[in-house]
């Protein structure tokens, strides 16, 4: 993660917690991260804190997360998590499966 990837503290609205599980970079992992990096940087911008875990390299984030199929999206906050599982390539069903919905260029938590 870098400093673009926090959100602006000035932003209203909730906050929201990502974490992405990919196996190495495999063409599905890079088009999952590039697909997510497109939502992040449009609907979720400025509200959103992205983290990507590669489960080759931390094994241990899979199984206490209890991922067992990559790519995965889990949104852990806020609360209750979600996750999804693919490449992530369709923006609406992706921003449906974590419970956001476009709301005037932001998003809302429709619990």
Request: net charge negative; aromatic share 2%; with cysteine.
């Amino acid at each position: 993660m870098n400093a673009d990837d926090h959100p602006d503290p000035n932003v209203d609205g909730p906050r929201y917690v990502l974490r992405l599980f990919v196996v190495g970079m495999t063409p599905r992992s890079r088009r999952a991260i590039e697909n997510l990096r497109r939502i992040c940087d449009g609907p979720l911008a400025g509200c959103v804190d992205l983290e990507t875990v590669d489960i080759h390299q931390q094994p241990h984030l899979a199984e206490l997360y209890q991922v067992v199929a990559a790519p995965t999206l889990l949104r852990l906050e806020p609360l209750p998590h979600r996750r999804l599982i693919g490449d992530l390539s369709d923006e609406a069903r992706v921003l449906r499966g974590l419970g956001l919905a476009p709301v005037s260029g932001r998003v809302n938590d429709d619990r």
